[in-house]
């Protein structure tokens, strides 16, 4: 293999646009010792077919697969490249568009984690196409568009599979990653390259959506890279809670210690926390906790989302990641809040597998509003503690469907914000699940998240164009008050408070059947107080 040589490899129909992009080559400045080589590959049956000749027609160790249409402008570019290539030996593939996370659809182009640049002409107006800029030598991403892709490692295209025009490039991009290199996008200054397709006629979708299918169920298991794989220690029925956090320090420990005390494991996702949320959260790494991404730059989402409260984009990041993760059933979890199940004694995992071995697929949560009677928490205690008195959530509170079962429809929640797990055949559990939640802990800490840590990063898009964080609205200065009167408020009972949840359910058929599954395994665990309390309460006398 020549490394002093880069080749120039088209695949070309139209001898008028490729003259056109060889021209460009010809201003472009050759590094001393190099040389070039352009290779024109005529009557391919397919991209993959013919880039997978054209490599094999030459020894250049740095490849260049380009569209006749596409005309490289920075006249750097082979230094700009070969260079990239030497200082990252790793880095296999690159292109200038592309995205870190693909969307559970492979349509890259429609993921939030966009990268890179180019000037093209696909609405017929040649003008500039900008995603997020990359802030390094390149940033690691995990599709590419097929318009350039550049190499320095031989890896043969899947020309098995794709047969024709389409996901050749991002299928190609997935044999770097299989193979063990990086894919790239550099970091340009200015665009480097000139797209001019033309505004097309979309004549050819459903060969794009064939080919779309086959990359699906080829690359299912590999084609989120920067998804950190979490393989299962056993067989075991698994829950995962999916939590977002923001300067939550003071709580996060206690939260996340219940849940995997309650059999859930969990992924936590940081967003830009300046305290010590991370540190605290990190003690349960190893025992439950089963990763922490920082977001947005670990799954590459938009920079925009470091200073302000982006909730559409955590909420898109979740279910990416609900729809990626090896796990029975996934719970929607914010980082001031506990759950638990209907039934005392019976730990939420435990719970959740009765509900999936009854037939249904989702849970929604009874919301109760824990509020602070004096300042006495303490940051690190368990708030459980401190704040004993709760009101119940608002009425247009009451849809909390927030954990459900994997099943082969991907989940969708981050159009509604979060309320409702949306997919084909939805069964919900007759049967609320408690959702005990803490937003404010003290004076002192509802001045500093309202005034600090939410108004002035509450993203005003999603207030005006989606409806989203008028939740504090009414508190207009820093002279109100959080502190309530305990007599306005209702004490938690573990087990008073659950039987006055139960005593508002409609008793239908189906709610008795799940009493009557709860007596029994309540029973099988010598609960008998308690199973017996409810068999009196809501069985006998029915």
Same mark, same amino acid.
Request: charged share 25%; hydrophobic share 35%; proline share 4%.
């Given at each position: ?380 205690? &368990?708030? !459980?503690?401190?704040?004993?008195? /709760?009101?119940?959530?608002? @009425?247009?509170? *009451?849809? $909390?469907?927030?954990?459900? %079962? ?18 084909? &055949?939805? !069964?919900?559990?007759?049967?609320? /699940?408690?959702?005990?939640? @803490?937003?404010? *802990?003290? $004076?002192?800490?509802?001045? %500093? ?94």
């Amino acid at each position: 293999m020549n490394p002093n040589k880069i080749c120039f490899i088209y695949c070309v129909n139209d001898e008028i646009k490729f003259a056109e992009s060889v021209k460009y080559l010809e201003q472009l400045y050759i590094p001393q010792g190099f040389e070039i080589e352009v290779l024109k590959i005529d009557d391919a049956r397919s991209m993959a077919s013919g880039y997978n000749y054209g490599m094999k027609q030459t020894d250049a160790k740095y490849k260049v697969y380009l569209h006749q249409d596409l005309l490289i402008i920075n006249r750097n570019f082979i230094a700009d490249v070969v260079g990239l290539f030497q200082s990252a030996p790793n880095l296999g593939i690159v292109g200038v568009t592309g995205c870190k996370t693909l969307p559970v659809n492979a349509i890259w182009w429609e993921s939030l984690s966009t990268f890179g640049k180019i000037y093209e002409s696909h609405t017929g107006k040649m003008e500039l196409l900008a995603f997020q800029e990359v802030r390094s030598s390149y940033e690691k991403v995990s599709a590419l568009d097929g318009q350039i892709l550049i190499t320095q490692y031989d890896v043969e295209w899947r020309e098995d599979l794709f047969k024709g025009w389409h996901f050749y490039d991002v299928s190609q991009c997935m044999e770097f990653v299989k193979a063990g290199y990086e894919v790239g996008i550099p970091k340009q200054e200015l665009p480097w390259c000139i797209h001019d397709c033309g505004a097309g006629i979309n004549n050819g979708l459903s060969s794009y959506n064939r080919y779309r299918e086959i990359f699906l169920k080829e690359y299912k298991t590999i084609m989120h890279p920067y998804t950190p794989v979490l393989p299962r220690k056993d067989e075991n029925f698994r829950v995962v809670a999916l939590i977002a956090s923001h300067n939550d320090g003071d709580v996060i420990y206690h939260v996340i210690g219940d849940l995997i005390q309650q059999g859930v494991e969990v992924y936590l996702l940081d967003n830009a926390s300046t305290d010590n949320t991370v540190e605290e959260a990190s003690r349960w790494l190893g025992r439950g906790l089963l990763h922490i991404e920082r977001f947005p730059e670990d799954a590459g989402y938009p920079y925009q989302s470091e200073k302000e409260y982006m909730w559409y984009h955590i909420l898109h990041r979740k279910e990416l990641l609900a729809n990626t993760l090896d796990a029975d059933w996934f719970i929607h979890h914010d980082s001031d809040e506990f759950r638990e199940s209907p039934w005392p004694n019976i730990p939420l995992a435990a719970a959740i597998e009765m509900v999936d071995m009854a037939g249904y697929s989702a849970i929604n949560f009874r919301l109760l509003n824990f509020r602070p009677t004096d300042n006495d928490f303490q940051p690190g205690n &368990d708030v !459980r503690e401190a704040l004993a008195y /709760f009101e119940f959530g608002e @009425y247009f509170n *009451r849809i $909390q469907i927030k954990a459900w %079962k994997k099943t082969e429809h991907p989940v969708s929640f981050a159009e509604n914000g979060g309320h409702r797990a949306e997919f084909p &055949d939805r !069964r919900i559990y007759p049967i609320d /699940f408690l959702l005990r939640h @803490y937003p404010i *802990r003290s $004076q002192e800490h509802g001045l %500093k998240k309202i005034f600090h840590e939410r108004k002035s990063r509450f993203n005003q898009a999603e207030r005006n164009g989606r409806g989203w964080h008028f939740q504090y609205d009414h508190v207009q200065n820093e002279g109100h008050t959080f502190i309530h009167d305990k007599h306005s408020l209702i004490l938690f009972d573990p087990i008073l408070t659950r039987l006055a949840i139960l005593d508002e359910m409609n008793f239908s058929q189906s709610v008795q059947i799940e009493i009557e599954r709860a007596v029994q395994l309540l029973e099988a665990i010598n609960e008998y107080e308690i199973g017996s309390l409810l068999r009196e309460r809501y069985l006998k006398v029915r």
